[in-house]
């Protein structure tokens, strides 16, 4: 006699019974996402406006005022990756994998800006738009990590699998972050040695900190208010294909 | 392209990221939430 299997959870394993999902941002995302707009304005007001010129590189200097705020939100969003990664492997909750697929895809978004602003400074400052520097060549290493992790995550076939697969992915690929903040102390680069999160304090004027301390909080903001709405998306699509797997059991 | 130049280019392809990003982001979640309503309402027809 043929032996039948029967289908006994969703594919994502046993999980209570998801909570309904809310129709708009949550309270607490749309007081998130003001103060990201406010924050942000003020940012851009003070480090194009209000600080002065650096005096060296003169006024293209301004362009750090987002590059570097840009490339440590990517670092954030892609240590939550890490963190609810492990979690996922340890607890099989895929409420986790949620978080890190959903922080995955904005810390691509914040590493493709670094990599952009970077471009569009080096060209002024290094005369070229784009070189083979260790601390370059490893923040595009990490951007591509992220992409091929959310390729990873977008064909495959078992939501389990693809869930364990990337998170296995995203714990290897994280190791690339320790390494890419170093390289400009281990390796002889024409990247310039960090500046801000460095033994000993800040090198750079205090004026100039004013900007970047600014604008890295409204891009914490801006990635915790990204973050509540694409984690809503997420929810959406696993209520929808869980209700599409029960109508396909019923027949 | 002078310094304001590229300061402008790098401002303002972080922004089109950024409100672009949003804006993809909103649309996704609306089909989706679409998509479920579809089926919820289906399945409440299902029953009565």
Same mark, same amino acid.
């Given at each position: ?251 | ?11 303002? *392809?972080? #922004? %089109?990221?950024?409100? @672009? ?14 998509? *479920?309503? #579809? %089926?919820?309402?289906? @399945? ?5």
């Amino acid at each position: 006699m043929e032996e039948r299997t029967v289908v006994t959870s969703v594919p994502w394993g046993p999980e209570p019974a998801p909570a309904p999902v809310a129709d708009r941002p949550s309270a607490t995302a749309r007081v998130l996402g003001g103060a990201a707009a406010l924050v942000l304005t003020t940012g851009l007001y003070v480090g194009l406006a209000v600080v002065p010129p650096d005096a060296v590189q003169g006024e293209v200097q301004r362009i750090m005022y987002l590059h570097v705020p840009s490339i440590v939100t990517a670092y954030l969003a892609f240590a939550v990756v890490f963190c609810a990664s492990l979690l996922y492997l340890w607890k099989r909750d895929l409420r986790y994998d949620a978080v890190a697929v959903s922080s995955a895809e904005i810390g691509v978004l914040f590493t493709g800006i670094t990599l952009a602003t970077g471009s569009i400074w080096g060209k002024p400052t290094w005369g070229v738009w784009w070189t083979w520097d260790a601390r370059l060549t490893l923040t595009a290493i990490l951007f591509t990590i992220y992409v091929g992790y959310l390729m990873l995550r977008a064909f495959a076939e078992e939501p389990q699998a693809g869930a364990r697969y990337g998170a296995v992915l995203a714990i290897v690929g994280f190791l690339d972050i320790p390494l890419n903040h170093m390289a400009v102390q281990w390796w002889r680069t024409l990247h310039q040695p960090s500046s801000i999160l460095r033994p000993g304090g800040p090198s750079v004027a205090s004026v100039m900190l004013v900007p970047l301390a600014i604008n890295f909080a409204g891009l914490v903001l801006l990635y915790t208010y990204l973050l509540l709405e694409r984690i809503r998306l997420e929810r959406v699509r696993r209520r929808t294909a869980e209700l599409t797997l029960k109508r396909g059991r019923r027949g | 392209m002078g310094n304001w130049g590229f300061i402008g280019l790098a401002y303002g *392809l972080a #922004a %089109l990221a950024l409100v @672009g990003y949003l804006v993809l982001l909103k649309g996704r979640l609306r089909s989706a939430r679409d998509e *479920l309503e #579809a %089926l919820e309402r289906d @399945g409440g027809r299902r029953k009565a």
